[in-house]
DNA sequence: CGTTATTTGTTCGTATGTATC
DNA sequence: TGATACATACGAACAAATAAC
């Protein structure tokens, strides 16, 4: 007699549950008993289907959730796989990407993804201190760690101060640095939003997540010495990549 | 000849994207253009996918996203409504959940949802500076904005110092209130950690929110003023009704 | 370099369950 | 109670990405 991997709990409590929800506690079980270990693959869907006895369907809405639950991961054409741990992303009033993800032990990558002079819209223009419709430099981020996709940055700053922002930026490879060749050093974050959703299109393709999986979404203004705004800072996370931490204490 | 409000976007670029994909693009555009506004109730489904020419799982899978991305909200049995933004729920230093939604101008509720005398995991633990397996007071409250979930919090406390806190809770129903009972005033936050993802079951029966809506999970330890860990607050709120702000001038 | 098998992704079909009014 | 609207579940077929040959 075989004992099986996956297997539906058969409790008449669970019964309560629509199927899927079942399935995707018997996934879930599976893993949290070592049967399954992190980034071991899983069988394929219809074969967890009829372990399971039900339905493709069934499985892949199980399986979904557990993706955005940052449980499992998706390859498409090649399987799906128990994920790996988010990594901590450490934030301090001054701490920056590069910094946190050495911290971490990983190489660090970035891409431009885009760049443009666009106007203001009225909220942006309001945390920036400008006229609404008044030029800004926008510069859209891709940063990476060990290749893999982590945040979306993108950063928008006053065209007046900061008009080849774009370009020095391409060449520095740096914010801070691209900052600091405008004399701007040791500026700070002011105000901080955080929220998070499901991804847009966009930056489903751009962080390369299913369209299931959260993204954390970070906004927030930064201030030179003299306190004037030189840049909003709009970055999406992938959420099952990043965890990130306040230490009010190193601030 | 009618001109009609939902309508699959025809131009060639868009044809890369999946129809449920171009679905969801239509109901935002209808939103954007202000064709249907904030609280407003959508077709019901089968109507939808007539209008936009697909089949009615194909606007599921649409309404399913826009709903994670905080753009719709679904009242099962009653219709799909476009969302409402979501409450700015400010965070200084000390700043507690009360004053918050009073701010904004929200009624509060909190009701106890479970509580327990548990022992302590390794992470728990370590972050109470206790002994793994000791003995903590364990407390799920759920809090309400206008009678609508807002977030789960959970709170641990090691049991020598705050044995009968959940009573004494019930009693006094303010978190800060009964620390001064014990006579600790004026605690403070140490570490925060926070991350995004799909919700447990519990947690989406406990918010009534999809499946497929996020979670912001919010993780912090409180210190008193001799900078003893007192409480670790692990609060998972429903992402599309809150935004987090800092605001790192007030704290 | 194409071909094929494997695996996930999309789409439509059909039926039934369940909450709300 | 009946009508309406969202939720679950199984079925069938094909598309698209990947890897192995």
Known sequence: ?????????????????????????????AIEAGRVGAGDQLPPEHQLADELGTHRHTVRRAVETLVGRGVLEIRRGR???????????????????????????????????????????AETARWLQIDTGAPMVTLALLRTGDDVPIVVARHSMPVDRFADFAE????????????????????????????????????????????????????SVNVDTDGRPINLDASTFAASRVDIVFDNEEQ
Chains 1, 2 share one sequence.
């Not at 007699?1 to 929800?21: C, G, K, Y």
């Not at 190489?107 to 002079?117: E, H």
């Not at 050093?185 to 369209?211: C, F, H, M, N, W």
Request: aromatic residues 8%; contains cysteine; glycine residues 6%.
């Open 79 to 121: 399987g799906t796989y128990v994920a790996r741990g988010p990594i901590s992303y450490r934030i301090g009033r001054q701490s920056r990407f590069t910094q946190n993800m050495a911290a971490a032990g990983c190489r660090t990558g970035v891409r431009i993804l885009r760049s443009a002079t666009v106007p203001a819209d």
């Open 168 to 219: 020095r930026f391409a060449e520095i490879r740096s914010i801070t640095r691209t900052f600091a060749s405008y004399n701007v050093v040791g500026y700070t974050r002011k105000a901080t939003r955080i929220s998070a959703r499901l991804p847009t299109p966009q930056e489903a393709g751009d962080l390369a997540i299913s369209a299931s999986a959260p993204v954390l979404v970070w906004v």
């Open 1 to 29: 007699m075989t004992t099986s991997v996956f297997s539906l709990p058969v409790d008449p409590e669970a019964q309560l549950w629509p199927l899927w929800r079942r399935a995707e506690h018997s996934i879930l079980a």
